[in-house]
Every structure is written in structure tokens, then in C-alpha cells.
């Protein structure tokens, strides 16, 4: 366990040092930070103020995605809403209900933004604050005006946090009759809550933005300026990470064809880190006993703009052999044109153990349509907006 705990924070240590946590804990507000490199989103820092809100130890949330807090009565449609912010990469701000260790439901207002590598546009972290959504006290009286004109709103509480029991006890039949309704409206956060989360953000992501300049990789909380492929590649990063076979997408429109993006698989299978990668051309993976004639049909294949499959010998960055049954395709954006090429790389050493599930073709065929849809609609969007 503690040393699954050690990996998940390193992965903030990484980015932003070690001291980062500590200067994180000094805030006074309750947020969690989730790293969507990492398979199942986990949350890989909660501050102080957070853990006494929901009653759970570090131990406990480090490594849990988000949705460990939701429960019977969370809105589905609320929780898509913000999977639909993550998927888009963007920010979001939301009543949500959530629950404490104790099984007790208590509203906060959700507010999340993501954290964008300076370098190349990735998304690297997402911000998610939460700020308790006071209940307003039952003499406060406001008169909202609805079909039948106006009606007393003081009941237009929290009702989610009090047993529907207790309110049909303590209040007129009358009254408990648009509690039931009531009970499955959202609780809206005041003005100064809103305010309180936005500032909470701003104050989190300067630390974050800090701390990313000792080590250097430099993190912001809009996504730098960048050009064509890159720009989409960059918002396609969530999307992409959910495929688990090794591939890379390369840019077709830039001259030799740069690698835009590389799957954690591919980094596994070739002992590369991502920062060795991204920019080269894929020929670095080849060697002193590479195939010359299969490398001219590759790069036959690529000016043709067919998909072709071959068998080539290519080498990890400790210089090993293995043998790799690459497949190659030309991907399309919107508008017809050629944007990419995605070329998936299963160990040929292992393709017994693949036939026992899926087959090394359809593992290759199923990446290649996924990386499809992805672009296609994610380009298709982008041109009509």
C-alpha cells in the first residue's frame, strides 16, 4: 500500500518537487488534484481541509478516482457533465452532492479546471475544489415568483442533507408536499461561494505554477498557443489515453512526420520516456540489423498514403532487439485530408499469448478505429465551431 501511495505522489513530485505538498497544505481550502496520465484518473493530492470534510484519512483517498464521494442521490446527469469537461478538457462549475465517510450527504459546490503542460499543450492535472453549499436558515424567507405567482421559498434549503422523515414530521402537510418535490432540485450555491471557489483555483494554480518552475517543467492554467495538429493532438490527449495497445500518431503535415503523441504502452514496450519521444521521427527505433527493404515499404506505404503491415526488427532504448509486427495507417480529419499516420507496434515475441484473447489484426484494426473516430470528431467539431 505504501508503496502504491509513493507512486501516485511522485507523480506530483515530478512535475512540481517535493516541497509542493507541504506549500499545498498551508491553503486554506478543501480541493483534490487527479492526474489524468495515470490509469483510472487518480487523485494523487488532497489537501488537509478536504480529508476533515469528507472524514477520510490521505491513505484512504491518494490513488481513488473522484467518484468515490458520489452515492445514491448524486445527479447522473451532474456527473456527466463533468466526465464531459474532463473529456473536453475545459473548466466547470457545479452543485453537486457528495458523501462523507459516515454515509451522511452534503451539497458543495464542484469547481474543476485542468492544468496544461507549457511545453506541449498536454493536460497534466485537473483542480477539482469544493466548497460546502451553506443551508439557509428556515426564517429566511425569499419570495419566488412560478406559474401560480408567488410562493414562500424557505424550505428551499439543502433538503438532501435532512431525512425526508424528519421534514414530513417537523413541517405542515401542506408544506411537506413541495418537499418531495423540492428534494430533487440542486442546491444553489450563493454568490460568495462561487467567488470562494474561483479564488480557491487561482490561489492553487499559482503554487502549482511555482513549484513547476524548479524543476522546470512549467505548468499554466490555459493551454499555450499552438499551431494545426498539435492543437488537436493536445485536446485529443484524454481520449487517446483510454486506448491501451502501443501506438504513436505522427503528423502527416509536418516534414518528416514528428511524433505527436505515444501511448504509455509504447513507452513500456521500448523503455522510452515521453520527452524522448515526442518530435522524432519513428526511425530512431531502428538499428544496425534493421531490414532496409522493409523500411522502403514503409516509407512506400506513407507516400501513397496506404496502411500496410510488416514485420521489422527494431530496438528498445537499451539497445535490445525485439521483433515488431507493425501496422500503419493514414488518418483523416474532417475535411477528407490526411492529417496523420498511427502506427501500433505488438512485440512479435508475444503474439502467442495475444491469439489466446484477441488477435494481434483486430488489436491493431480496433486502435486504428479508435484513433479515427477520435480525430474525426474532435476535427469535425472543431470546423464548425
Given at each position: ?186 442546491c444553489e450555491a450563493s454568490e460568495v461561494e462561487k467567488t470562494k471557489a474561483s479564488a480557491a483555483i487561482d490561489n492553487i494554480l499559482s503554487a502549482l505554477t511555482r513549484y513547476s518552475e524548479v524543476t522546470g517543467r512549467l505548468v499554466c492554467g490555459k493551454r499555450c498557443c499552438l499551431n494545426g495538429n498539435v492543437q488537436l493532438v493536445a485536446t485529443l490527449n484524454i481520449s487517446l489515453r ?144
Open positions: 500500500m505504501e508503496s502504491q501511495l509513493g507512486l501516485f505522489e511522485q507523480s506530483l513530485d515530478f512535475r512540481y518537487s517535493s516541497w509542493v505538498r507541504e506549500a499545498l497544505d498551508e491553503l486554506p481550502d478543501c480541493f483534490t488534484i487527479t492526474d489524468p496520465c495515470i490509469s483510472g484518473h487518480p487523485i494523487v493530492f488532497a489537501s488537509n481541509q478536504f480529508l476533515k470534510m469528507v472524514g477520510y484519512s490521505r491513505d484512504v483517498v491518494i490513488g481513488k478516482n473522484g467518484r468515490m464521494f458520489q452515492g445514491p442521490d448524486t445527479d447522473r446527469r451532474s456527473v456527466m457533465e463533468i466526465r464531459e469537461a474532463i473529456r473536453e478538457e475545459r473548466p466547470i462549475q457545479i452543485s453537486l452532492l457528495n458523501y462523507r465517510k459516515n454515509g451522511t450527504p452534503f451539497w458543495t459546490l464542484f469547481q474543476m479546471c485542468p492544468v496544461f503542460s507549457k511545453e506541449d499543450g498536454r493536460v497534466i492535472n485537473f483542480v477539482g475544489v469544493q466548497v460546502p453549499i451553506l443551508r439557509r436558515k428556515r426564517n429566511e424567507v425569499k419570495l419566488c415568483e412560478d406559474r401560480a405567482g408567488y410562493r414562500d421559498s424557505a424550505f428551499r434549503c439543502c433538503r438532501r442533507e435532512v431525512r425526508l422523515d424528519s421534514v414530513r414530521a417537523s413541517t405542515r402537510e401542506s408544506v411537506a408536499s413541495h418537499d418531495e418535490d423540492e428534494i430533487e432540485e440542486p483510454r486506448i491501451r495497445q502501443s501506438f504513436v500518431l505522427t503528423d502527416a503535415l509536418l516534414p518528416d512526420m514528428p511524433i505527436l503523441y505515444a501511448s504509455e504502452a509504447f513507452l513500456k514496450l521500448t523503455g522510452y520516456a515521453r520527452h524522448e519521444v515526442l518530435g522524432r521521427n519513428c526511425r530512431f527505433l531502428s538499428g544496425t540489423d534493421t531490414d532496409p527493404t522493409t523500411q522502403y515499404q514503409i516509407k512506400e506505404c506513407i507516400r501513397t498514403q496506404q496502411a500496410c503491415t510488416v514485420r521489422i526488427l527494431n530496438y528498445r532504448k537499451d539497445r535490445t532487439s525485439f521483433w515488431n509486427f507493425l501496422h500503419i495507417s493514414p488518418v483523416r480529419n474532417a475535411s477528407g485530408e490526411v492529417a496523420f499516420f498511427v502506427g501500433i507496434q505488438i512485440d512479435d515475441g508475444c503474439r502467442n499469448e495475444e491469439t489466446r484473447r484477441l488477435s494481434p489484426e483486430m488489436k491493431q484494426l480496433s486502435v486504428v478505429g479508435a484513433v479515427k473516430v477520435a480525430v474525426r470528431g474532435l476535427s469535425m467539431g472543431a470546423s464548425t465551431s
